[in-house]
């Protein structure tokens, strides 16, 4: 009854768990919709976002995100939003998804788990933002095989969703800027029509 119980409790929170997730992607594509601009433009910023939020360079994600966005001509409004990919929910599955990638493809020491996760933890937690940076250096200077690992195997985790959400962005997107470029049109046409039936009434009174 109790293994019943705690089986039942466990399938609970997982589908909490994916319910969670699916919301934070939902709340992203409605940000995505708001944005306007040229499709590709906007695309690729989304997926420079997206590729920077899985790799474990936390602290510095948006600053990254911006930067490459800067030099690969994105949307650095489109790529701040794309690093909001990694969150409290998706960080533990991207960073020890990064890591055992990275051991599969590249060789390397399969342990690390325990490391792992308490720089994940610390990464969740509301410290200091310099204190976070103190313990990352730490883990860094002790963990650096490890480190290595996840972040080469956390690459290679991240091209199918970068993408696939520069694709789904654009196809967004796309639909949003040829619905504004008709209505922007057909404004313009209406302006030429005002404007031309108001020289033609001039004409008359002439």
């Not at 020890?96 to 399969?110: A, T």
């Not at 883990?139 to 996840?150: D, E, K």
Request: glycine content about 8%; overall charge positive.
């Amino acid at each position: 009854m109790k293994q019943t119980e705690q089986k039942s409790s466990l399938s609970n929170e997982s589908i909490t768990y994916w319910n969670k997730i699916k919301k934070h992607f939902c709340s992203l594509l409605e940000k995505i919709k708001k944005l306007q601009g040229n499709p590709h433009y906007i695309a690729m910023g989304m997926a420079i976002g997206v590729f920077v939020g899985m790799t474990p360079t936390i602290p510095f994600h948006t600053a990254l995100a911006i930067a490459l966005a800067f030099v690969l001509r994105g949307s650095k409004p489109a790529a701040a939003i794309g690093v909001w990919v990694a969150n409290p929910l998706t960080i533990p599955l991207f960073y020890y998804g990064g890591y055992k990638v990275g051991v599969f493809f590249f060789g390397g020491n399969q342990g690390g788990g325990p490391d792992i996760d308490a720089m994940t933890l610390t990464l969740e937690s509301s410290i200091p933002f310099l204190e976070k940076m103190v313990l990352i250096k730490r883990f860094l200077s002790h963990n650096l095989g490890v480190a290595c690992m996840m972040l080469a195997g956390s690459v290679v985790l991240a091209v199918i969703p970068t993408i696939a959400s520069y694709f789904i962005t654009r196809k967004l997107v796309a639909g949003t800027y040829t619905s504004v470029k008709v209505i922007s049109k057909a404004r313009h046409i209406k302006q030429d029509i005002n404007r031309q039936s108001g020289e033609e009434s001039d004409d008359d009174i002439a």
